[in-house]
Every structure is written in structure tokens, then in C-alpha cells.
């Protein structure tokens, strides 16, 4: 049986009078917050460069997240990369050198396990994809270290926040179990929301065993909203975007290889996907889901992300957009 | 994997999983199947008996108990022989895959882009079957719907059964690529043309039994491709099936011994197709 987890919580039934006293306490407390600049925590993102697929990978790996300083000692990692389609020569999936660097990586920073998981939302042989891909070569054992998450064992969740119209979604157990869930995206422009980056990865967390191939509620409901919801229901995942070679133009499928040569990582998702349109040349403010993931004054901002590593001046790599999303283009200040 | 190994990964309450864990109806509605045309009833019958009990009260499946929305799969349940599932919850599964179609072709959607002024495009002249009610109509569940239909209509015809096998058909071959075979349900994207997959043409191609003309034979010639091409024991399976319904199978084709089953779907049907060779029949729709 499909498990149930209520992230809501809702209020018992309350008298006329509570119902005043809360809200002139509410009111009292949102006006004194009108007067109150609360401090953002700076989140803290790294760029490093990563010219080619090749052994270097690993080392870089290694730095890039000592420096977000994760304490994993003891914990269940699932590393989340993108897969897409059989075409090994494209740009279209996650390499798997990235995989396995992180893979390694968690491993060494003492994660308890750390296991590959993966939804693709077009093909249904998802481990004939992997193996298309180069996963079987990169990764030993990788079988044994992978779950398909289409068709995993799955728990209702309802989002604290929603933005779609969807009530509630059956997610994966082995991406809920998971106490640190790491997405592994590809750095693409994408045909219906501009980019496709970390949160956008988290579509391969939404089972098609329960959905379909292609996981079209989603689609309905609104792309940048199930976004948004996908945001809430996992909001602690880390984020690493794969930019050594990207995807631009008619991404995320279509669209041609684009060398940017980086790699790309946080605890934060809107801060390094934001970060990750900047090095694109795209405005992070004019992504929907970016926008609707993040508050007012947000992790969007760049005064609000601590950056570590190459500036993105340095790295900054103009992804072709298709016409469609030309006004998407950061203008230069 | 094998009969063996279906039979030993049966899960206590009677259903399979697609690899490991909690029982789902597709896997489920396939050994079934399998083990049926291999004669291992008994495993069957607790298959069956799972089946009965994750039916809801709409007449349809969901694609595991505890999801509370019946979808794509009833079509793959309404094949399974009526005798053998029971009559009254077979006409139920037909009476719900008739009630459902994607959502672009309804009278609501229709009229509320009419208002809009969106023009409809000619590819949603014909209703299809959705993965779940409330979306669009794809490849893959219009193809298994369509065979459940074909089945139903030899037994039992009615106008009704016929026109949706034949408007099934019409969105099959309105939906195929342009260089033939079919994506998952697009043939083109932002006007970019879809690339065909194996799987889905397959799939498509078992639907279209009895059907000819210059699309399908254009469709056969790329599945006939794949075929020599594949390493995807799914997408072998359904290129296979479909290749068989049209009675364009190469007879010396030989599966390569590399590929692998690793899922209760593919290993069930790759029992099926098998079956079927030996049985000079096909097991897969005429299960009995």
C-alpha cells in the first residue's frame, strides 16, 4: 500500500472569539515585522571550473563540496542526476564521471550509503538508459547501487505550500527516506520554462509508475507551479549542476552541446539555480519557478548569495535561447 | 528471469512488484498473463485474486493499492479473458476505459478553447486514453486500450466498442512521427519533429492490427529497424508484438542473448512472445 504523510496541519475548529483574539495578535505581529529589516542569511554557493569529463572530476568534486563543509558522517545520501534519453553522444544527461566523483565524494566525507536514483519522465527502460549513458561503465556495480524511482514504493505528501493545482503527490520512498537528497542536474535552456537546473531535476522524483511516461499531471498543472511544489516537498535537497558541457538552444532535449566548463554547488536550490542562469546570461528574475519558489527579497538576489570560487564574470558562457525566450536574456547592467 | 522466477517473486498478498517491494497492477496484470499461457495456474490465481481487491468502485485500477484514482492500467486488466476475471468486473473495466479519454478532446476542453480562440490543432481530432484521467492521451495507454477494445469486440460488439478502436486508431496514426514509428504521443515539439522510440512504436503497431496503408508500412519498415538495433528487452518485447500483429516478424530473428529482463514486465512478456512462437498464436491478446 501507498504510505500517507501529511506535512499540513490543520487547525481545530476554533469559537468567534479565538478567532479575534488570533487575529489581532496576528496583526500585531505582522505590523511590528513592517518596521523590522529581517536579516538574510547569505546562502552559500561555489563555481568551480571543470574544464573536461576526465579524472580531474574527482578531485574537484571533493574540494567543491569540503567547502560547503557537509557534515554527512552516518547519513543516507541518494544522488539524483538527470536521464533523459538514449543518446550518449549528446549533452542531454548527467555525465556519469560527475555521478561517481559525487558518489565517491559522499563516500569519503563518511555518508553511511549513498545510492543513485532516477525517474526518466520519457522511457520507461530506465536502467537500458543508464546503461546508454555510460553509467554501467563509470559506476561499478551500479545495479546494485540504483533505484528506479518509477517504480519505487511510494508515500502521499502534501506540500506545506502549493502552487499548483495539484492537491497532493505520491513521491518516492527511497527520495523521502533519504536524509540528504542531492540533485545532480544538467545545465540546459529548456523549450517550456527557459532553464532547466537543480529544481527542475526534481520532475524525476514524481513516479511514473504512478504517473505515466511523460508524467503529464505535471505538465497540466502547470510546469513552473510543480516546480515550485516539487521545491516544497523537498526543500533541504543539495544541488550540484553539471555546466561543463551543457545543453543550449531547443534544450532539454533538442538543443546542441555548450561548453561553460563549470561545476556549480549549494544547500540552497533558488541560489544556485539563480546562480546557474547568471552563468547561462540569463535573468534569473524572469524564471518562473524561481519566482515562485523564493520570497520578496530572496536567495535570487546575487547580495544575498554568498559566492565562493569563480566569479561568475569569469565563467559567465551565453547559452543560445530559442526566440520564444529571448526576453529572458540578462541585460547588461 | 523466467516462469521460475515469476512465480518466486510473488509478493505474500498475490500481486508482483515491478522489481522489488509492494505490489503494483501493471507488473501483476502481466505475470498474470504470463503464467496463464504457460500453464502455472495456481500462482495465476492469487494474482487474480489481488487484482479483484485493488478494483475500485469506479470499475477502474489504480496503479497500486493505496492510490485513490483509477488509470492507464484498466486497459491492460480488461485483457484478461472476462471468464477468467470475472464477467461482471471485465464489462465494468470496458464500461470505464469507454467513459475515459484525454482531456483534449472533451466537450469542456473543446468549448473552453473555442472560447479562448485557440485553434485546435488537427492531431487532437480523435480522442485517445490518457495516462490518468484529467490529462492528455498519450501512445502508450491508447495502444493498451485499444487492444483491451479489439479483444472485447470479437466477443461481445458493440458500435460504441467499434468506434473507439477506430477513433484510437485515427489518434495513432494522426500522432505518428513524421519520419514514421511514434515518440510517446507528440510528433513535434515548438515545431521541432519528435524522434520515434522503439517502445511506443511497438506498442502502436500491436494496436494497429488490420490496419494497413502507406503510414503503417512506413511505420513497420522503422520498427523492422529497431528491431535489428535494440538492447532494451521492453522495447524488444513490444517491437515483437507489434511486428507479429502485422504479420511482418522476421522469421530468423533471434533476440540477443545479452539483453536484460529485469523487470516482472519484461520478463513476462518476453514469456509471452515466446509463447506465442511456440503456440503459433498470439497469447498476448488471445489469452485463451
Known amino acids: ?333 | 528471469m523466467s516462469i521460475g522466477t515469476l512465480v518466486n517473486k510473488q509478493n505474500s498478498d498475490g500481486g508482483w512488484p515491478y522489481v522489488r517491494g509492494g505490489s503494483w497492477t501493471e507488473p501483476t496484470v502481466y505475470a498474470v498473463m504470463a503464467l496463464l499461457a504457460a500453464g502455472e495456474t495456481e500462482a495465476a490465481g492469487r494474482g487474480l485474486h489481488w487484482l479483484r481487491k485493488a478494483r475500485r468502485s469506479d470499475g477502474g485500477w489504480p496503479p497500486r493499492l493505496g492510490i485513490d484514482q483509477s488509470g492507464w492500467v484498466t486497459g491492460l486488466v480488461a485483457l484478461l479473458p472476462p471468464a477468467i476475471l470475472g464477467e461482471e468486473i471485465h464489462r465494468h473495466a470496458v464500461r470505464w476505459l469507454l467513459g475515459t479519454e484525454g482531456k483534449e478532446t472533451t466537450r469542456i476542453y473543446r468549448l473552453r478553447e473555442w472560447l479562448l480562440g485557440v485553434p485546435s490543432p488537427a492531431e487532437q481530432d480523435f480522442p485517445g486514453w490518457p495516462w490518468v484521467p484529467g490529462t492528455a492521451a498519450w501512445v502508450g495507454p491508447t495502444s493498451i486500450a485499444i487492444m483491451a477494445l479489439q479483444k472485447e469486440n470479437r466477443q461481445r460488439p458493440t458500435s460504441a466498442i467499434a468506434n473507439r478502436i477506430r477513433e484510437g486508431q485515427q489518434f495513432l496514426l494522426a500522432r505518428m512521427c513524421k519520419s514514421g514509428g511514434w515518440n510517446h504521443g507528440s510528433s513535434n515539439a515548438l515545431g521541432y519533429a519528435a524522434h520515434p522510440y522503439p517502445e511506443t512504436t511497438g506498442m502502436a503497431l500491436a494496436a494497429l492490427r488490420g490496419v494497413t496503408g502507406p503510414k503503417v508500412e512506413m511505420a513497420v519498415a522503422v520498427a523492422q529497424k529497431f528491431l535489428g538495433e535494440c538492447r532494451s528487452a521492453d522495447a524488444l518485447n513490444w517491437l515483437r508484438l507489434g511486428l507479429r500483429a502485422q504479420d511482418q516478424m522476421p522469421h530468423d530473428f533471434c533476440p540477443p542473448s545479452d539483453v536484460a529482463r529485469r523487470t516482472i514486465p519484461e520478463t513476462s512478456l518476453d514469456v509471452l512472445v515466446a509463447e506465442a512462437v511456440r503456440q503459433g498464436r498470439d497469447v498476448f491478446v488471445n489469452l485463451v
Request: proline share 6%; glycine share 6%.
Open chain 1, 1 to 333: 500500500m501507498a504510505n500517507e504523510s501529511s506535512a499540513k496541519t490543520f487547525p481545530h475548529s476554533m469559537s468567534r472569539r479565538e478567532w479575534l483574539a488570533l487575529s489581532a495578535g496576528a496583526a500585531t505581529v505582522a505590523l511590528s515585522a513592517c518596521n523590522t529589516q529581517r536579516p538574510i542569511e547569505p546562502s552559500l554557493v561555489s563555481i568551480v571550473k571543470a574544464p573536461a569529463y576526465d579524472q580531474s572530476i574527482y578531485d574537484t568534486m571533493r574540494r567543491m563540496l569540503a567547502s560547503h563543509s557537509l557534515d554527512v558522517r552516518g547519513r543516507n545520501i541518494v544522488l539524483k542526476p538527470n536521464l533523459v534519453e538514449f543518446e550518449p553522444e549528446s549533452s542531454i544527461n548527467t555525465n556519469p564521471l560527475v555521478v561517481h566523483a559525487a558518489y565517491e565524494a559522499f563516500h569519503a566525507m563518511g555518508a553511511a550509503s549513498v545510492r543513485i536514483a532516477e525517474g526518466p519522465g520519457h522511457r520507461r527502460n530506465t536502467l537500458d538508459l543508464a546503461d546508454a549513458a555510460g553509467y554501467f561503465k563509470i559506476v561499478p556495480q551500479f545495479e546494485d547501487q540504483f533505484t528506479d524511482l518509477n517504480l519505487d514504493d511510494v508515500t502521499r505528501v502534501y506540500p506545506h505550500r502549493q502552487f499548483s493545482r495539484v492537491e497532493k503527490l505520491y513521491l518516492p520512498n527511497t527520495a523521502l527516506g533519504a536524509d540528504l537528497l542531492v540533485s545532480i542536474a544538467k545545465m540546459k535552456t529548456h523549450h517550456w520554462v527557459g532553464a532547466t537546473l537543480s529544481m527542475k531535476n526534481l520532475f524525476g522524483t514524481v513516479p511514473s509508475g504512478v504517473y505515466g511516461w511523460p508524467k503529464n499531471v505535471l505538465h497540466w498543472a502547470g510546469i513552473d507551479e510543480s516546480i515550485a511544489d516539487l521545491h516544497e516537498a523537498f526543500p533541504h535537497h543539495f544541488s550540484i549542476v553539471d555546466g561543463i558541457v551543457g545543453m543550449e538552444g531547443n534544450g532539454p532535449i533538442q538543443g546542441v552541446p555548450k561548453h561553460a566548463g563549470v561545476l556549480v554547488a549549494g544547500n540552497d536550490p533558488v541560489a544556485v539555480d539563480a546562480t546557474c542562469c547568471r552563468i547561462m546570461c540569463i535573468d534569473p528574475f524572469q524564471i518562473g519557478y524561481l519566482r515562485l519558489a523564493s520570497d520578496t527579497d530572496s536567495h535570487m538576489s546575487e547580495r544575498n548569495v554568498n559566492q565562493i570560487g569563480e566569479a561568475i564574470a569569469d565563467v559567465a558562457t551565453p547559452f543560445d535561447l530559442i526566440p520564444e525566450f529571448q526576453r529572458l536574456r540578462m541585460v547588461k547592467s
